[in-house]
């Protein structure tokens, strides 16, 4: 997969958008309700234009939540949401999603990707670049009901970055992998990320966010309680709440 790092470059640069990047985002007072509950609690966050950010928390805190805000599946009750000055709704066709389990179309795994390819109106050639940097070419032909969970969420990842995204949003997407297949997936995070992909990962994997995020965002009862670098978080988390996390204790 490495070696087809700069071919990847050259795709993702190809199908980028020529107008500004959608990164830095900036959130203000955020809130969803449901059921006279707030979800979301006036969550304020601010995020740079590069890197790999890993959110995490309890169950329950809202992190999933925020992702769906974020790429503008969920209308908030309350608050701001800017993508570098743009709307989420503005934004949204710039960033990609990809879920814990993911849905495929009932065809090839080549043309899964050709159907995110042509909605673009993108190069077909790209399909082989995108296929081979997730170590699926060999099986391109093959129908996609035949992958593994892990070639599977590779295959999403590819359908993913045919969009050319600014930025790449997932929820959990090694939760139910093995070992080998989560360092496949992690390997490719981090390729995008150094070209430029900015990239939001929802994970309660403490370890994979060690490997591959540059900050966290720790977040509890729907606002964000911490955010630093992950060199500070893990090594020294400047809350309570954040500790007892990383010890395994149960955060209500």
Not at 17 to 30: D, F, K, Q, S
Not at 87 to 97: I, M
Not at 154 to 160: D, E, G, M, V, Y
Not at 226 to 239: L, M, Q, R, V, Y
């Amino acid at each position: 997969m490495r070696d087809a790092a700069l071919p990847l470059l050259d795709t993702l640069a190809d199908a980028m958008p020529a107008n500004r990047p959608i990164v830095p985002l900036e959130v203000a007072g955020l809130t969803v309700r449901r059921d006279g509950r707030a979800l979301l609690d006036g969550l304020e966050l601010s995020l740079g234009a590069h890197g790999v950010t890993a959110i995490m928390g309890p169950n329950g805190a809202g992190k999933s939540l925020l992702l769906r805000c974020l790429h503008g599946l969920v209308t908030p009750d309350a608050g701001a949401m800017s993508w570098n000055g743009l709307a989420p709704e503005a934004a949204r066709h710039r960033q990609a999603l990809v879920f814990q389990k993911p849905v495929l179309l009932r065809r090839s795994v080549a043309a899964n990707v050709d159907f995110v390819l042509k909605a673009r109106g993108a190069d077909l050639a790209r399909r082989a670049v995108l296929l081979e940097h997730v170590g699926l070419l060999a099986k391109a032909g093959q129908p996609a009901r035949l992958l593994s969970g892990g070639e599977a969420q590779r295959l999403a990842l590819a359908r993913a970055l045919a969009t050319g995204p600014d930025v790449l949003l997932l929820d959990e997407p090694t939760a139910s992998l093995d070992p080998a297949s989560t360092q496949m997936i992690e390997e490719i995070l981090k390729s995008v990320a150094l070209h430029g992909v900015r990239v939001l990962i929802v994970t309660h994997d403490a370890h994979q966010a060690r490997r591959i995020a540059d900050d966290v965002v720790f977040v509890s009862k729907g606002r964000v309680v911490e955010h630093s670098p992950a060199t500070d978080f893990f090594p020294k988390p400047g809350t309570a709440l954040a500790r007892a996390y990383l010890e395994g204790a149960i955060i209500p």
